[in-house]
Protein backbone atom coordinates (compact mmCIF):
# COMPACT_ATOMS: atom_id res chain seq x y z
CA UNK A 1 0.00 0.00 0.00
CA UNK A 2 1.21 3.52 -1.14
CA UNK A 3 2.21 6.00 2.12
CA UNK A 4 -0.54 8.47 1.83
CA UNK A 5 -3.12 5.63 1.07
CA UNK A 6 -2.07 4.35 4.93
CA UNK A 7 -2.07 7.55 6.13
CA UNK A 8 -5.37 8.10 4.72
CA UNK A 9 -6.79 5.22 6.08
CA UNK A 10 -5.16 6.03 9.38
CA UNK A 11 -7.04 8.87 9.20
CA UNK A 12 -10.22 7.87 8.32
CA UNK A 13 -10.37 5.92 11.92
CA UNK A 14 -12.93 7.29 13.71
CA UNK A 15 -12.51 8.74 17.02
CA UNK A 16 -13.31 7.36 20.36
CA UNK A 17 -16.02 9.61 21.36
CA UNK A 18 -17.93 9.00 18.70
CA UNK A 19 -17.53 5.77 18.35
CA UNK A 20 -19.01 6.23 22.20
CA UNK A 21 -21.97 8.27 20.85
CA UNK A 22 -23.26 5.12 19.19
CA UNK A 23 -26.44 3.14 20.39
CA UNK A 24 -25.32 -0.30 20.50
CA UNK A 25 -22.30 0.87 22.80
CA UNK A 26 -24.50 3.44 24.81
CA UNK A 27 -26.41 -0.14 25.49
CA UNK A 28 -23.25 -1.71 26.17
CA UNK A 29 -22.87 0.71 29.27
CA UNK A 30 -25.85 -0.45 30.90
CA UNK A 31 -24.15 -3.67 31.97
CA UNK A 32 -20.57 -2.49 32.01
CA UNK A 33 -19.32 0.02 33.72
CA UNK A 34 -18.14 3.25 31.50
CA UNK A 35 -14.39 3.19 32.17
CA UNK A 36 -14.86 -0.50 30.70
CA UNK A 37 -16.43 0.24 27.80
CA UNK A 38 -13.96 3.10 27.03
CA UNK A 39 -11.22 0.56 27.43
CA UNK A 40 -13.16 -2.06 24.84
CA UNK A 41 -13.81 1.22 22.24
CA UNK A 42 -10.14 2.67 22.44
CA UNK A 43 -8.64 -1.35 21.88
CA UNK A 44 -11.11 -2.20 18.74
CA UNK A 45 -9.15 1.24 17.32
CA UNK A 46 -5.69 0.37 18.74
CA UNK A 47 -5.89 -3.30 16.91
CA UNK A 48 -7.81 -1.51 13.94
CA UNK A 49 -4.65 0.76 13.88
CA UNK A 50 -1.99 -2.09 14.23
CA UNK A 51 -4.00 -4.21 11.03
CA UNK A 52 -3.83 -0.81 9.13
CA UNK A 53 0.18 -0.72 9.62
CA UNK A 54 0.43 -4.46 9.10
CA UNK A 55 -1.09 -4.14 5.24
CA UNK A 56 -4.45 -5.67 6.14
CA UNK A 57 -7.29 -5.03 4.33
CA UNK A 58 -9.97 -5.71 7.12
CA UNK A 59 -12.36 -3.07 7.10
CA UNK A 60 -11.81 -0.23 9.45
CA UNK A 61 -14.93 1.74 9.06
CA UNK A 62 -17.18 2.47 11.65
CA UNK A 63 -20.06 -0.11 11.52
CA UNK A 64 -17.16 -2.97 11.97
CA UNK A 65 -15.51 -1.28 14.63
CA UNK A 66 -19.00 -0.97 16.60
CA UNK A 67 -19.49 -5.03 15.94
CA UNK A 68 -15.91 -5.59 17.18
CA UNK A 69 -16.23 -3.37 20.51
CA UNK A 70 -20.31 -5.04 21.08
CA UNK A 71 -18.65 -8.22 20.66
CA UNK A 72 -15.60 -7.89 22.87
CA UNK A 73 -18.33 -6.15 25.28
CA UNK A 74 -20.17 -9.47 25.32
CA UNK A 75 -17.27 -11.74 26.48
CA UNK A 76 -16.23 -9.35 29.08
CA UNK A 77 -19.56 -9.93 30.58
CA UNK A 78 -19.70 -13.72 30.36
CA UNK A 79 -17.45 -16.01 32.53
CA UNK A 80 -14.24 -17.04 31.01
CA UNK A 81 -14.80 -20.51 32.83
CA UNK A 82 -18.25 -21.66 32.05
CA UNK A 83 -20.73 -24.88 31.31
CA UNK A 84 -20.82 -26.43 28.57
CA UNK A 85 -23.14 -29.27 26.88
CA UNK A 86 -20.91 -32.31 26.42
CA UNK A 87 -22.23 -34.38 23.75
CA UNK A 88 -18.91 -35.15 22.20
CA UNK A 89 -19.56 -38.50 23.65
CA UNK A 90 -15.93 -38.78 25.51
CA UNK A 91 -17.17 -39.25 28.97
CA UNK A 92 -14.01 -38.08 31.44
CA UNK A 93 -12.94 -35.13 28.56
CA UNK A 94 -9.61 -33.56 30.01
CA UNK A 95 -10.65 -30.06 27.62
CA UNK A 96 -14.14 -30.13 29.51
CA UNK A 97 -13.35 -30.30 33.30
CA UNK A 98 -12.65 -34.22 32.78
CA UNK A 99 -15.39 -35.70 35.19
CA UNK A 100 -18.94 -33.77 36.33
CA UNK A 101 -19.44 -33.96 39.80
CA UNK A 102 -22.23 -36.27 41.94
CA UNK A 103 -24.94 -33.54 43.65
CA UNK A 104 -23.49 -34.81 46.90
CA UNK A 105 -20.06 -33.31 46.25
CA UNK A 106 -21.63 -30.50 44.84
CA UNK A 107 -23.30 -29.91 48.03
CA UNK A 108 -20.62 -30.52 50.46
CA UNK A 109 -18.49 -27.82 48.02
CA UNK A 110 -21.57 -24.94 48.39
CA UNK A 111 -21.72 -26.16 52.16
CA UNK A 112 -18.18 -25.80 52.97
CA UNK A 113 -17.62 -23.08 50.60
CA UNK A 114 -19.89 -20.48 52.13
CA UNK A 115 -18.90 -20.12 55.14
CA UNK A 116 -16.08 -21.87 57.77
CA UNK A 117 -15.85 -25.63 58.15
CA UNK A 118 -13.76 -28.34 60.27
CA UNK A 119 -11.29 -28.04 57.67
CA UNK A 120 -8.32 -28.23 60.19
CA UNK A 121 -10.62 -28.68 63.43
CA UNK A 122 -10.40 -31.75 65.60
CA UNK A 123 -14.81 -31.60 66.62
CA UNK A 124 -13.91 -34.90 68.98
CA UNK A 125 -10.77 -33.29 70.93
CA UNK A 126 -11.47 -29.61 70.77
CA UNK A 127 -8.36 -29.02 69.32
CA UNK A 128 -6.27 -27.99 65.92
CA UNK A 129 -6.66 -31.24 63.28
CA UNK A 130 -5.41 -32.31 60.06
CA UNK A 131 -6.89 -31.29 56.45
CA UNK A 132 -5.54 -35.42 55.85
CA UNK A 133 -8.02 -36.77 58.15
CA UNK A 134 -10.98 -35.97 56.38
CA UNK A 135 -10.49 -38.81 53.54
CA UNK A 136 -7.99 -41.21 54.77
CA UNK A 137 -10.39 -43.40 56.65
CA UNK A 138 -12.57 -43.23 54.02
CA UNK A 139 -9.95 -43.68 50.84
CA UNK A 140 -8.74 -47.01 53.05
CA UNK A 141 -11.53 -48.51 53.85
CA UNK A 142 -12.84 -48.81 50.14
CA UNK A 143 -8.90 -49.72 49.21
CA UNK A 144 -7.55 -52.07 51.91
CA UNK A 145 -4.83 -49.73 52.14
CA UNK A 146 -3.27 -49.11 55.56
CA UNK A 147 -2.85 -45.16 54.76
CA UNK A 148 -3.37 -42.23 52.49
CA UNK A 149 -2.89 -39.02 51.43
CA UNK A 150 -4.60 -36.97 48.44
CA UNK A 151 -2.69 -34.06 46.67
CA UNK A 152 -3.31 -31.56 44.29
CA UNK A 153 -3.38 -34.05 40.88
CA UNK A 154 -2.16 -37.19 39.95
CA UNK A 155 0.97 -35.82 38.59
CA UNK A 156 1.38 -33.93 42.02
CA UNK A 157 1.41 -37.62 43.67
CA UNK A 158 3.51 -39.23 41.23
CA UNK A 159 6.48 -36.13 41.95
CA UNK A 160 6.21 -36.48 45.83
CA UNK A 161 6.62 -40.25 45.78
CA UNK A 162 9.86 -40.23 43.50
CA UNK A 163 10.90 -36.65 45.32
CA UNK A 164 11.02 -38.49 48.75
CA UNK A 165 11.60 -41.97 47.99
CA UNK A 166 13.87 -41.86 44.98
CA UNK A 167 15.69 -38.45 44.39
CA UNK A 168 19.59 -39.06 44.39
CA UNK A 169 18.72 -42.73 43.70
CA UNK A 170 17.91 -44.92 41.09
CA UNK A 171 14.32 -45.91 40.09
CA UNK A 172 13.66 -48.88 37.66
CA UNK A 173 11.28 -48.21 34.82
CA UNK A 174 10.08 -50.30 32.05
CA UNK A 175 11.00 -48.59 28.39
CA UNK A 176 7.93 -49.70 27.62
CA UNK A 177 6.02 -47.34 30.55
CA UNK A 178 7.94 -44.44 30.00
CA UNK A 179 4.69 -42.60 28.92
CA UNK A 180 3.58 -39.53 27.82
CA UNK A 181 -0.23 -38.29 29.46
CA UNK A 182 -1.79 -35.29 27.97
CA UNK A 183 -0.92 -31.63 29.19
CA UNK A 184 2.90 -32.34 29.03
CA UNK A 185 3.29 -34.98 31.62
CA UNK A 186 5.99 -37.43 30.98
CA UNK A 187 7.86 -40.16 32.76
CA UNK A 188 11.27 -39.02 32.03
CA UNK A 189 10.93 -35.43 32.42
CA UNK A 190 9.13 -36.21 35.95
CA UNK A 191 12.18 -38.25 36.59
CA UNK A 192 14.55 -35.76 35.59
CA UNK A 193 13.13 -32.73 38.10
CA UNK A 194 12.22 -35.08 40.97
CA UNK A 195 15.87 -35.62 40.97
CA UNK A 196 15.46 -39.66 40.83
CA UNK A 197 18.21 -41.40 38.66
CA UNK A 198 15.90 -43.51 35.62
CA UNK A 199 17.19 -46.49 35.03
CA UNK A 200 14.97 -47.81 31.57
CA UNK A 201 14.98 -51.72 30.92
CA UNK A 202 13.78 -53.93 28.60
CA UNK A 203 12.25 -52.51 24.90
CA UNK A 204 9.41 -50.93 23.73
CA UNK A 205 7.56 -53.92 23.55
CA UNK A 206 8.88 -56.85 26.24
CA UNK A 207 10.73 -56.26 29.02
CA UNK A 208 10.58 -59.08 31.50
CA UNK A 209 11.44 -59.54 35.14
CA UNK A 210 15.18 -60.39 34.55
CA UNK A 211 15.48 -56.94 32.96
CA UNK A 212 14.57 -55.49 36.05
CA UNK A 213 16.84 -57.92 38.26
CA UNK A 214 20.11 -57.51 35.93
CA UNK A 215 19.30 -53.92 36.84
CA UNK A 216 18.76 -53.82 40.53
CA UNK A 217 21.47 -52.66 42.50
CA UNK A 218 22.45 -51.23 46.36
CA UNK A 219 21.94 -47.74 44.83
CA UNK A 220 18.05 -48.90 43.37
CA UNK A 221 15.19 -46.98 45.50
CA UNK A 222 12.20 -48.19 43.47
CA UNK A 223 10.39 -50.31 40.75
CA UNK A 224 8.40 -47.94 39.08
CA UNK A 225 5.28 -49.29 37.29
CA UNK A 226 3.55 -47.08 35.19
CA UNK A 227 -0.11 -47.87 33.73
CA UNK A 228 -0.25 -47.29 29.94
CA UNK A 229 -3.22 -45.06 30.97
CA UNK A 230 -4.16 -43.92 27.11
CA UNK A 231 -2.81 -46.67 24.75
CA UNK A 232 -2.09 -50.58 24.57
CA UNK A 233 0.58 -52.40 22.87
CA UNK A 234 -0.74 -54.92 21.24
CA UNK A 235 0.78 -57.73 19.33
CA UNK A 236 4.25 -59.03 20.26
CA UNK A 237 4.27 -57.73 23.65
CA UNK A 238 5.05 -58.40 27.36
CA UNK A 239 5.12 -56.44 30.50
CA UNK A 240 5.96 -57.62 34.13
CA UNK A 241 2.90 -57.89 36.71
CA UNK A 242 3.14 -56.09 40.07
CA UNK A 243 3.13 -59.16 41.38
CA UNK A 244 6.47 -60.71 40.07
CA UNK A 245 7.94 -57.00 40.78
CA UNK A 246 6.80 -57.60 44.48
CA UNK A 247 8.47 -60.67 44.41
CA UNK A 248 11.85 -59.44 43.36
CA UNK A 249 11.85 -56.43 45.81
CA UNK A 250 10.99 -58.43 48.49
CA UNK A 251 14.29 -61.05 47.59
CA UNK A 252 16.07 -57.69 47.44
CA UNK A 253 14.94 -56.96 50.87
CA UNK A 254 15.70 -59.80 52.56
CA UNK A 255 19.30 -59.67 51.12
CA UNK A 256 19.83 -55.78 52.36
CA UNK A 257 18.51 -56.47 55.88
CA UNK A 258 21.41 -58.46 56.23
CA UNK A 259 23.67 -56.25 55.15
CA UNK A 260 21.55 -52.94 56.74
CA UNK A 261 20.82 -51.18 53.86
CA UNK A 262 17.64 -48.75 53.25
CA UNK A 263 14.87 -51.03 50.95
CA UNK A 264 13.55 -51.51 47.62
CA UNK A 265 10.04 -50.31 47.15
CA UNK A 266 7.41 -51.01 44.65
CA UNK A 267 5.07 -48.24 43.28
CA UNK A 268 2.28 -47.68 40.60
CA UNK A 269 1.38 -44.89 39.07
CA UNK A 270 -1.88 -45.97 38.18
CA UNK A 271 -3.77 -43.06 36.37
CA UNK A 272 -7.09 -43.92 36.17
CA UNK A 273 -7.88 -45.08 40.08
CA UNK A 274 -10.93 -47.38 39.84
CA UNK A 275 -12.48 -48.52 43.02
CA UNK A 276 -14.70 -50.88 41.06
CA UNK A 277 -14.18 -53.73 38.97
CA UNK A 278 -16.09 -52.49 35.32
CA UNK A 279 -16.23 -56.26 34.64
CA UNK A 280 -18.26 -55.57 30.97
CA UNK A 281 -14.91 -54.42 29.56
CA UNK A 282 -13.29 -57.86 30.11
CA UNK A 283 -9.97 -58.13 29.84
CA UNK A 284 -9.45 -54.43 28.92
CA UNK A 285 -10.84 -53.43 32.21
CA UNK A 286 -8.80 -50.79 34.23
CA UNK A 287 -7.24 -52.90 37.09
CA UNK A 288 -8.30 -51.19 40.56
CA UNK A 289 -6.52 -49.71 43.01
CA UNK A 290 -7.41 -52.61 45.68
CA UNK A 291 -5.98 -55.29 43.51
CA UNK A 292 -2.92 -53.26 42.60
CA UNK A 293 -2.18 -53.56 46.50
CA UNK A 294 -3.10 -56.97 46.77
CA UNK A 295 -0.61 -57.74 43.96
CA UNK A 296 2.15 -56.30 46.30
CA UNK A 297 2.50 -52.83 45.28
CA UNK A 298 4.15 -50.79 48.39
CA UNK A 299 2.32 -47.13 46.98
CA UNK A 300 0.05 -46.33 44.45
CA UNK A 301 -1.50 -43.57 43.29
CA UNK A 302 -4.55 -42.57 41.20
CA UNK A 303 -6.16 -39.44 39.82
CA UNK A 304 -9.26 -37.84 41.79
CA UNK A 305 -11.20 -37.01 38.32
CA UNK A 306 -10.88 -39.37 36.17
CA UNK A 307 -12.47 -43.60 36.77
CA UNK A 308 -13.04 -42.47 40.04
CA UNK A 309 -15.09 -39.74 39.31
CA UNK A 310 -14.56 -36.88 42.00
CA UNK A 311 -12.60 -33.89 41.91
CA UNK A 312 -9.32 -32.89 40.48
CA UNK A 313 -7.23 -34.71 43.22
CA UNK A 314 -4.14 -37.21 43.40
CA UNK A 315 -4.45 -40.03 46.09
CA UNK A 316 -1.81 -41.94 47.10
CA UNK A 317 -2.15 -45.35 48.99
CA UNK A 318 -0.06 -47.74 50.67
CA UNK A 319 2.03 -48.21 54.04
CA UNK A 320 1.25 -46.51 56.48
CA UNK A 321 5.15 -45.65 57.15
CA UNK A 322 5.85 -44.80 53.69
CA UNK A 323 2.53 -42.28 53.92
CA UNK A 324 3.35 -40.79 56.87
CA UNK A 325 6.92 -39.89 55.58
CA UNK A 326 5.12 -38.26 52.38
CA UNK A 327 2.66 -35.72 55.07
CA UNK A 328 5.93 -34.75 56.97
CA UNK A 329 7.48 -34.14 53.29
CA UNK A 330 7.36 -30.48 52.80
CA UNK A 331 5.77 -31.20 49.47
CA UNK A 332 2.91 -31.96 51.03
CA UNK A 333 2.24 -28.43 52.34
CA UNK A 334 3.11 -27.18 48.11
CA UNK A 335 0.67 -29.63 46.79
CA UNK A 336 -2.15 -29.56 49.63
CA UNK A 337 -5.66 -29.88 48.71
CA UNK A 338 -8.14 -26.99 49.34
CA UNK A 339 -11.35 -27.46 51.66
CA UNK A 340 -13.64 -27.54 48.68
CA UNK A 341 -11.61 -30.04 47.12
CA UNK A 342 -11.82 -32.15 49.91
CA UNK A 343 -15.12 -31.71 50.57
CA UNK A 344 -15.53 -33.08 47.21
CA UNK A 345 -13.54 -36.13 47.35
CA UNK A 346 -15.02 -37.21 51.07
CA UNK A 347 -19.00 -36.89 49.77
CA UNK A 348 -17.62 -38.51 46.44
CA UNK A 349 -15.65 -41.44 48.44
CA UNK A 350 -18.75 -41.71 50.83
CA UNK A 351 -20.77 -42.48 47.94
CA UNK A 352 -18.58 -45.56 46.88
CA UNK A 353 -19.48 -47.62 49.92
CA UNK A 354 -22.51 -48.95 48.60
CA UNK A 355 -21.09 -49.98 45.01
CA UNK A 356 -24.77 -49.65 43.56
CA UNK A 357 -25.19 -45.74 44.80
CA UNK A 358 -21.88 -45.17 43.11
CA UNK A 359 -23.47 -46.79 39.76
CA UNK A 360 -26.22 -44.32 39.96
CA UNK A 361 -25.01 -40.80 41.35
CA UNK A 362 -21.13 -40.43 39.89
CA UNK A 363 -21.68 -39.02 36.83
CA UNK A 364 -18.78 -40.20 35.14
CA UNK A 365 -19.67 -44.00 36.65
CA UNK A 366 -23.00 -43.69 35.94
CA UNK A 367 -22.26 -42.78 32.06
CA UNK A 368 -19.31 -45.97 31.33
CA UNK A 369 -22.23 -47.89 33.24
CA UNK A 370 -25.87 -46.60 31.66
CA UNK A 371 -27.05 -49.36 29.49
CA UNK A 372 -28.09 -48.87 25.99
CA UNK A 373 -32.00 -48.76 26.49
CA UNK A 374 -31.61 -45.39 28.72
CA UNK A 375 -29.28 -44.22 25.71
CA UNK A 376 -31.69 -45.47 23.06
CA UNK A 377 -35.05 -43.26 25.12
CA UNK A 378 -32.82 -40.34 25.43
CA UNK A 379 -31.39 -40.09 21.79
CA UNK A 380 -35.33 -40.47 20.95
CA UNK A 381 -36.25 -37.56 23.24
CA UNK A 382 -33.14 -35.29 22.00
CA UNK A 383 -34.37 -35.99 18.69
CA UNK A 384 -38.16 -34.96 19.65
CA UNK A 385 -36.78 -31.48 20.68
CA UNK A 386 -34.95 -30.83 18.18
CA UNK A 387 -37.73 -31.12 15.85
CA UNK A 388 -40.21 -29.67 17.63
CA UNK A 389 -37.74 -26.39 17.88
CA UNK A 390 -36.06 -25.97 14.64
CA UNK A 391 -37.64 -24.43 11.32
CA UNK A 392 -39.34 -26.83 9.43
CA UNK A 393 -37.02 -28.51 6.32
CA UNK A 394 -33.97 -27.04 7.72
CA UNK A 395 -32.01 -30.47 8.29
CA UNK A 396 -32.95 -34.10 8.70
CA UNK A 397 -32.68 -36.75 11.96
CA UNK A 398 -31.53 -39.70 12.98
CA UNK A 399 -30.69 -41.63 15.60
CA UNK A 400 -27.81 -44.16 14.37
CA UNK A 401 -25.89 -46.26 16.37
CA UNK A 402 -22.09 -45.04 17.41
CA UNK A 403 -19.11 -45.43 20.16
CA UNK A 404 -18.68 -43.36 22.99
CA UNK A 405 -15.16 -43.18 24.65
CA UNK A 406 -14.41 -43.25 28.55
CA UNK A 407 -11.39 -40.78 27.73
CA UNK A 408 -9.04 -39.42 30.47
CA UNK A 409 -6.47 -41.76 29.63
CA UNK A 410 -9.02 -44.82 30.74
CA UNK A 411 -9.89 -47.89 29.05
CA UNK A 412 -8.47 -47.38 25.54
CA UNK A 413 -9.96 -50.24 23.84
CA UNK A 414 -13.27 -50.12 24.92
CA UNK A 415 -15.91 -48.72 22.32
CA UNK A 416 -18.90 -48.25 24.42
CA UNK A 417 -21.60 -48.36 22.31
CA UNK A 418 -23.82 -45.57 21.75
CA UNK A 419 -26.94 -43.76 19.97
CA UNK A 420 -26.25 -39.73 18.64
CA UNK A 421 -28.59 -37.49 17.14
CA UNK A 422 -27.31 -37.57 14.02
CA UNK A 423 -28.29 -33.75 12.41
CA UNK A 424 -28.19 -33.11 8.34
CA UNK A 425 -28.43 -30.21 7.10
CA UNK A 426 -30.32 -28.61 4.30
CA UNK A 427 -29.85 -24.90 5.32
CA UNK A 428 -26.46 -24.26 6.59
CA UNK A 429 -23.38 -26.62 6.96
CA UNK A 430 -22.15 -28.61 10.12
CA UNK A 431 -19.11 -27.18 10.02
CA UNK A 432 -20.24 -23.66 10.49
CA UNK A 433 -23.11 -24.86 13.02
CA UNK A 434 -20.43 -26.86 14.90
CA UNK A 435 -18.73 -23.01 15.39
CA UNK A 436 -21.86 -21.46 15.84
CA UNK A 437 -22.94 -24.07 18.59
CA UNK A 438 -19.26 -22.94 20.12
CA UNK A 439 -18.65 -19.48 19.63
CA UNK A 440 -22.11 -17.75 19.51
CA UNK A 441 -24.17 -19.61 22.52
CA UNK A 442 -24.14 -18.46 26.17
CA UNK A 443 -23.64 -22.66 27.11
CA UNK A 444 -21.42 -23.56 24.47
CA UNK A 445 -22.12 -26.85 22.89
CA UNK A 446 -19.51 -29.39 21.81
CA UNK A 447 -20.68 -32.26 19.63
CA UNK A 448 -18.46 -33.71 16.65
CA UNK A 449 -18.78 -34.33 12.99
CA UNK A 450 -18.62 -36.90 10.82
CA UNK A 451 -19.32 -36.80 7.02
CA UNK A 452 -20.69 -33.44 6.96
CA UNK A 453 -23.23 -34.15 9.33
CA UNK A 454 -23.09 -33.07 13.30
CA UNK A 455 -23.60 -35.90 15.76
CA UNK A 456 -24.59 -35.33 18.94
CA UNK A 457 -23.68 -38.39 21.74
CA UNK A 458 -26.58 -38.62 24.32
CA UNK A 459 -24.20 -41.01 26.38
CA UNK A 460 -22.38 -37.62 27.75
CA UNK A 461 -26.11 -35.25 28.60
CA UNK A 462 -26.20 -34.69 32.16
CA UNK A 463 -30.10 -34.71 31.79
CA UNK A 464 -33.57 -33.03 30.81
CA UNK A 465 -31.51 -29.73 30.68
CA UNK A 466 -28.57 -30.50 28.07
CA UNK A 467 -31.11 -31.92 25.96
CA UNK A 468 -33.45 -28.18 26.06
CA UNK A 469 -30.24 -26.73 25.35
CA UNK A 470 -29.14 -28.63 22.70
CA UNK A 471 -32.54 -28.39 21.09
CA UNK A 472 -32.46 -24.34 22.16
CA UNK A 473 -28.84 -23.96 20.46
CA UNK A 474 -29.68 -26.11 17.09
CA UNK A 475 -32.84 -23.94 17.18
CA UNK A 476 -31.17 -20.78 17.12
CA UNK A 477 -28.52 -21.36 14.52
CA UNK A 478 -31.30 -21.82 12.12
CA UNK A 479 -32.88 -19.13 12.92
CA UNK A 480 -29.65 -17.27 12.49
CA UNK A 481 -29.25 -18.47 8.91
CA UNK A 482 -32.51 -16.47 7.92
C1 LIG B 1 -3.58 -39.14 34.19
C2 LIG B 1 -2.30 -39.72 34.62
C3 LIG B 1 -1.36 -38.94 35.31
C4 LIG B 1 -1.61 -37.50 35.62
O1 LIG B 1 -2.66 -37.38 36.52
P1 LIG B 1 -3.35 -35.95 36.77
O2 LIG B 1 -4.38 -36.22 37.83
O3 LIG B 1 -3.93 -35.54 35.47
O4 LIG B 1 -2.29 -35.02 37.22
C5 LIG B 1 -0.18 -39.54 35.69
N1 LIG B 1 0.07 -40.82 35.40
C6 LIG B 1 -0.81 -41.62 34.75
C7 LIG B 1 -0.46 -43.03 34.44
C8 LIG B 1 -2.02 -41.09 34.33
O5 LIG B 1 -2.91 -41.84 33.66
Given at each position: ?????????????????????HPLVEQMQATL????V????????????????????????????I??AF??G?????????????????????????????????????????????????????????????????????????????????????????????????????????????????????????????????????????????????????????????????????????????????????????????????????????????????????????????????????????????????????????????????????????????????????????????????????????????????????????????????????????????????????????????????????????????????????????????????????????????????????????
Open positions: MEKAQLNERLRGLPQVEVLLQPRAVVDVVRGVIDDARRAILAGSEAATDADSLAALSLRLQQPSLRRVVNASGVIVHTNLGRSPMATSAVQAVHDVAAGYSTLEYDSDNLCRGSRHMHCEQLICALTGAEAAIAVNNNAAAVMMVLTEFAAGREAIVSRGELVEIGGSFRIPDVMRTSGAHMVEVGTTNKTHLADYSTAMSADTAMLLKVHPSNYRMMGFTESVALRDLHRLAAAENEYRREEGGAEVLVYEDQGSGSFVRLDAFGEFAEPTVAESLRAGADLVSFSGDKLLGGPQAGIIVGRRELIERLKVNPLARVLRLDKMTLAALEATLRLYLDTEVAKREIPTLRMICEPIEAIEERAAELSAAIEAAVPKGCCSLSIEPEVSRCGGGALPMCDIETRVVRVAFSRGNALECERYLVQQREVPVIGRIKNEALLLDVRTLMGPADVAELAAALKAYFTHLK
